[in-house]
């Protein structure tokens, strides 16, 4: 908890300018933050946060210099004070799942309002989480991914994602059993129940239909 005439110091990393610039513009109007820091290279925003005090750190998820989530692998590394708000377009369960495992303390999707940008950067700099109401139904459904085929929604297991993410790496039914410690059969059966979930036996399209879901 900061004090209250303290103000949180704020990094932004993005490497889109124009959203850079105007994030710039929104996070400098709070009055209860001081924003010390924007970048569009995530490895300089790194080299900043060596050196200099920062309370939190707004990023983005894709960069082509280093992505989200190895950024927040290296801030934990560095200074694991720092707490973090991810502000992106993507939520599916996928990235969601990996980026709250890696240590995002907020979530917030990008084109959200100013009050909810705001309310993130209130709750994270006070040592609470934040995540916006369609990041919140991810994760309170315990990540449990969901298809939704022909209005119908379809539940995705633990189990059958960790089949699928071990057919997208090319291993065979034998080669998953001897990972997972399980039966060749219960591969198959495992297989052939994601294929009536997904409502096709062929693995190039189950595999298409995994990643248009963000489940691979």
């Given at each position: 908890m900061k004090d209250n005439h303290q103000l949180t110091k704020i990094i932004i990393v993005d490497d889109h300018q124009m959203f850079l610039d105007g994030l710039k513009a929104l996070v400098s109007s709070i009055n209860t933050v001081q924003l010390v820091g924007t970048f569009s290279d995530p490895r300089?925003?790194?080299d900043f946060v060596w050196s200099?005090?920062?309370?939190v750190a707004i990023l983005?998820?894709?960069?082509?210099?280093?992505?989200?989530?190895?950024?927040?692998?290296?801030?934990?590394?560095?200074?694991?004070?720092?707490?973090?708000?991810?502000?992106?377009?993507?939520?599916?369960?996928?990235?969601?799942?990996?980026?709250?495992?890696l240590g995002a303390n907020g979530y917030v999707l990008k084109g959200a309002e100013y009050a909810?940008?705001?309310?993130?950067?209130?709750?994270?700099?006070?040592?609470?989480?934040?995540?916006?109401?369609?990041?919140?139904?991810?994760?309170s459904s315990g990540f449990t991914p969901v298809l939704?085929?022909?209005?119908?929604?379809?539940?995705?297991t633990k189990r059958e994602l960790k089949i699928l993410e071990l057919l997208s790496e090319g291993l065979s039914s034998e080669e998953i059993a001897d990972r997972l410690f399980i039966s060749k059969h219960t591969v198959s059966t495992h297989r052939k129940n994601i294929?009536?979930?997904?409502?096709?036996?062929r693995l190039v399209e189950i595999l298409a239909k995994a990643r248009e879901h963000g489940f691979i």
């Open positions: 300089r925003a790194i200099n005090p920062v309370d983005d998820v894709s960069m082509p210099q280093m992505s989200g989530a190895d950024f927040l692998k290296k801030i934990r590394e560095i200074r694991p004070m720092v707490r973090s708000i991810v502000l992106s377009m993507h939520k599916d369960v996928k990235t969601v799942r990996k980026l709250v495992d909810i940008l705001k309310e993130a950067i209130d709750s994270v700099a006070n040592g609470k989480n934040y995540f916006d109401a369609e990041v919140s139904d991810v994760m939704e085929t022909q209005g119908r929604q379809i539940t995705i294929g009536l979930k997904f409502e096709t036996n």
